[in-house]
């Protein structure tokens, strides 16, 4: 059983930031990918960021150069510094951690970029 603790989200105007994070616990024996995912209404979830245990990074598209993600091992937590945010921004942001082989997704925090 893992158990997330989503926080940073909320209302912004556009070309303001957030910082997101995600803390995982629970039956966790060692965390390879984590990851950001967002989906606004209407659409279909989406990648935003990934990091590596390694650190490697992975970005979409119609956020690089925007946001940038990162990781404490030693808290299991990621991070997602949003820049420049943008009303196509708005949406529910997801965390999501790979343990062994399962994929285990956090419960979501809201996102709203709006003047």
């Known amino acids: 059983q893992v158990q997330f603790v989503e926080s940073g989200g909320g209302l912004v105007q556009p070309g303001g930031s957030l910082r997101l994070s995600c803390a995982a616990s629970g039956s966790i024996f060692r965390i390879y990918g984590m990851g950001w995912y967002r989906q606004a209404p209407g659409n279909q979830r989406e990648l935003v960021a990934a990091?590596?245990?390694?650190?490697?990074?992975n970005y979409g598209d119609s956020v690089k150069g925007r946001f940038t993600i990162s990781r404490d091992n030693g808290k299991n937590t990621v991070y997602l510094q949003m820049n420049s945010l943008k009303p196509e921004d708005t949406a529910v942001y997801y965390c999501?951690?790979?343990?062994?082989?399962?994929?285990?997704w956090g419960q979501g925090t809201q996102v709203a970029v709006s003047s």
């Open positions: 990091i590596t245990s390694e650190g490697q990074t």
């Open positions: 999501k951690i790979k343990v062994g082989l399962r994929d285990y």
